[in-house]
Structures are given as structure tokens and as C-alpha cells.
């Protein structure tokens, strides 16, 4: 809609600028051309004049001319309001004062500081016609909330004379009130609602809002003969959403690969009368890898289990797509899983004063380490360890390969050991004892 109205507005310009409007050009010493003459933006009282020359412009005339030629009116008090002397736009110090409204044609005279003198006489058009003017639209209340969703939407059209830059309202104009509907961000209706301004120009809308919406106000072209078309300034009613809130326990903050992770907790918002359940309200949970929808009871509690296949966070989450005055809410725990690690053969076998082990570590889960450090320890009773070396692992097809001779006369047990850190469970092999 706003572009619409801002490409009819470009028309009117438009034909305001070119309508007519043939640039006359002369030279002396030097040359001097006037390129158009218009009402000026914002100001239609005023006339602009865009000029270029060789040499600085030095002075302007312009004459507003009826439809027959006759001359109306006369205008001299050109001041440079951007640009230069040699190519600038000139506008008058003073507004024009003329019997009645209307568009009319412009000639205008210029002569720079050689004496070059030109007249223009389809220079452009004087539009004389009564600036309208929407003030500010006001609501009520700048928000609707879950207990108060009436609005009253207020806005004033006012009308601002060329010759006199006086305001005043426009009594009995037709205005259509634009509603566009928001719901959490999009757009779902467009309602226009034609109205009529009273003695005082004002026009008032109350309205009951499903949720927050967005409103402006248009006094179309030519509804009344020389008053500008306008469009007010957009005013958003938003949504005050009430507060919810979801809490999330975890049965274990630790658990091993596949091992069921209860999850429970509580979801409520905040009424009117206080905090209260979220009572049969879907929530959405999700890990790195997978999410799923879990219900509420009456009391707003919920509880289900999820297979833990790596350490992760688990997020619960509220969002109510069909209740605009609920806010979204969520929260959030971490918890690690353990990935088992075992050991599948060992050995241990003397040869003289020797001891040689061997072995296999593997990793039986979804996931192997990259290194592994095997420490193989002796005890001459089967109760108290000693580390007697620490061998790295050659991996194979996700285990680890490892072996190593140490000299050791005493008859006792062996066996070997696995730290897995925070990332797997430790291992030890079975003892084995050696003569």
C-alpha cells in the first residue's frame, strides 16, 4: 500500500516538474538556461527554480499565468536554496498570493552577472493547491495485553493554505484507515475502514485487536478539487505477551552410551492471578541430533526419556503458535555420557627372567578413541598393583594392539589398565598369574 501511494505521489511530482515545461537557453558572453520551475516540496506556496549557466545567475522572475496568458501574479525574491549561483535551485523568500486554487503555468526570466538575459515561458507549474496534512495517529493504549485487547485508534486531517501557510482542519473528507494484522511477526489480514473527519478534521476507530497490528491513514487525490493527496506516518500496536516459564531436571547428570536419560519438569505462565500451569501444552525438546514433542498434564508437568548416545544439552522449549499473549520461553542442561571401553584378550607368559603381555583394548560403542595409553601393572599377591609400564596402543580397525616384555624373576599376577578420562569409562583386564 505505502508503495502504491509513494508511486502516485512520483506521478504528481512528475507532471508537477515536466508537465509543459520547455528550458529556454541563452548566450552572450556566456549561457543561461532555465531547466524547470515547480511548487516547492512541502511548501507548495513557495515556487523553485532549477537553473545552470556559464556565469553566476544573478536574478529571477517568474510569472504565474492564467489559462488565456494573462499575467496573475509576479514573483522576484528568488534566494539560492542548494546548489550554486551557477547551477542552483532557487526558491522564493515569500509564498505567492493568488485569488484562487488551482495549477497554474509559470514563465520565468533570468539574467546572470554578464547581462544575459532569457525568459522561459513553459518554465513549469505552479500547483496552489491546500497541503493536507495527517497528524500523528494515537492509540489508547500502545500495547493489547491477554485482559485488554480495545483500542482507539485517533488521527486529525488538516489542510495547510499555499498563500498563507495557515493550518486548519478539513471537515467531512472521506479518510480510509489501514489495519495491517500481526501475529508473532507475520502478517495475517489487511482490513480498510472508511471514515469521515467531524467539524474539527478529527476521525477516531475503536477496535477490539485479536493481537498486536499496524495502522495508517490515507486522504486519497483529488477528493476535494485542489487538495494534495496524503498518508500518515504508520503507528504499531504491539502485543504485550505474558511471561512463561519452562524448567527442566535431569534424573542423572552423568549416564553411560544408550543408557535411558529421564527427563522431567514443570512449564507455567503468568496470569492475571499468578503464576499458573501450562496445562496441556506441547513442548519441544532437542539435543545436537534429534528432537522430539513431549504434552503436559493438568498440572503442567511433563516427564520422557532420551537414549544418550554423547555427551550433549538438552533444551526444552514453550512456543504457542495459536496464543499471541504467551511469550516463548525454554531451558536448557548439560550431561555427559561415558563410552565404554573393555579389554578382549590378555596375556602374560614368562620366558627366564622375563615377562611378556599382550592384549586388545576396543572400544564396543558408537565411538573409539584416537589414542590410547596402556599401563601394565604386577602384584606379587593379587591385591596391591604396581605400575611397571605404560605402552601405547597400535590402533586396528577402532582397538588398540599392545605389548611389551619386562623383567620381572617374581612369581605373581599381571594385568592391565585403561584410564579413559572424561570421555570413556575406565578398563582393566582380568589378572593373570605367571609362575
Given amino acids: 500500500m505505502r508503495r502504491v501511494f509513494a508511486v502516485f505521489l512520483g506521478v504528481l511530482t512528475a507532471m508537477s516538474l515536466g508537465a509543459g515545461a520547455l528550458p529556454a537557453t541563452a548566450s552572450a558572453e556566456g549561457q543561461i ?6 511548487s516547492t516540496t512541502g511548501d507548495v506556496g513557495r515556487l523553485t527554480v532549477y537553473a545552470t549557466s556559464d556565469l553566476p545567475v544573478v536574478t529571477l522572475k517568474a510569472h504565474v499565468l492564467a489559462d488565456d496568458g494573462g499575467e496573475l501574479a509576479t514573483a522576484d525574491d528568488f534566494v539560492l536554496s542548494s546548489g550554486s549561483a551557477t547551477e542552483g535551485f532557487w526558491t ?19 539574467t546572470d552577472s554578464a547581462g544575459t538575459h532569457v525568459r522561459a515561458d513553459q518554465a513549469g507549474w505552479l500547483d496552489y493547491q491546500v497541503q493536507s496534512v495527517i497528524e500523528p495517529l494515537r492509540p489508547s493504549r500502545e500495547n493489547v495485553s491477554y485482559d485488554r485487547r480495545d483500542v482507539t485508534v485517533r488521527g486529525r486531517l488538516m489542510g495547510r493554505h499555499p498563500g498563507s501557510g495557515e493550518l486548519g482542519p478539513l471537515p467531512g473528507q472521506p479518510i480510509q484507515l489501514n489495519i495491517l494484522y500481526r501475529f508473532k511477526e507475520q502478517v495475517t489480514d489487511l482490513e480498510a475502514v472508511s471514515l469521515t473527519t467531524d467539524a474539527r478534521g478529527r476521525f477516531e476507530l475503536a477496535k477490539t485487536l485479536p493481537h498486536g497490528a499496524e495502522f495508517w491513514a490515507d486522504y486519497w487525490y483529488d477528493i476535494l478539487p485542489n487538495h494534495l493527496p496524503v498518508q500518515s ?31 522431567s519438569g514443570v512449564a507455567r505462565w503468568r496470569s492475571r492471578d499468578g503464576w499458573s500451569p501450562l496445562a496441556g501444552a506441547t513442548l519441544v525438546y532437542y539435543t545436537r541430533y534429534d528432537w522430539q514433542q513431549v504434552t503436559t498434564d493438568a498440572e503442567g508437568r511433563y516427564s520422557f526419556t532420551h537414549t544418550a548416545y554423547g555427551s550433549d544439552t538438552i ?68 591385591r596391591r598393583w604396581t605400575r611397571r609400564a605404560l605402552v601405547p596402543g597400535v590402533q586396528r580397525a577402532g582397538d588398540f594392539l599392545f605389548t611389551s616384555t619386562i623383567a620381572e624373576t617374581r612369581p605373581g599376577h599381571w594385568r592391565a589398565t585403561f584410564e579413559g578420562g572424561e570421555t570413556y569409562r575406565d578398563a582393566v583386564s582380568p589378572a593373570v598369574a605367571v609362575g
Fill in 233 to 263: 506516518d504508520h503507528l504499531v500496536v504491539g502485543t504485550k505477551e505474558q511471561p512463561t516459564q519452562v524448567r527442566i531436571q535431569l534424573g542423572a547428570k552423568v549416564v553411560d552410551e544408550g543408557e535411558p536419560l529421564v527427563v
Fill in 315 to 382: 533444551t526444552v522449549g514453550f512456543r504457542d503458535d495459536n496464543d499471541p499473549f504467551k511469550a516463548p520461553s525454554s531451558d536448557t542442561a548439560e550431561f555427559t555420557v561415558f563410552h565404554p571401553a573393555a579389554f578382549t584378550e590378555f596375556t602374560a607368559t614368562r620366558a627366564g627372567g622375563d615377562v611378556t603381555v599382550s592384549g586388545l583394548l576396543g572400544f564396543p560403542g558408537n565411538r573409539s578413541a584416537a589414542t590410547a595409553q596402556i599401563a601394565i601393572e604386577f602384584s606379587p599377591d593379587g
Fill in 33 to 38: 538556461t532555465v531547466r524547470w520551475a515547480a
Fill in 92 to 110: 522564493t523568500a515569500s509564498r505567492i498570493q493568488l485569488a484562487e486554487l488551482g495549477r497554474y503555468r509559470v514563465a520565468v526570466e533570468a
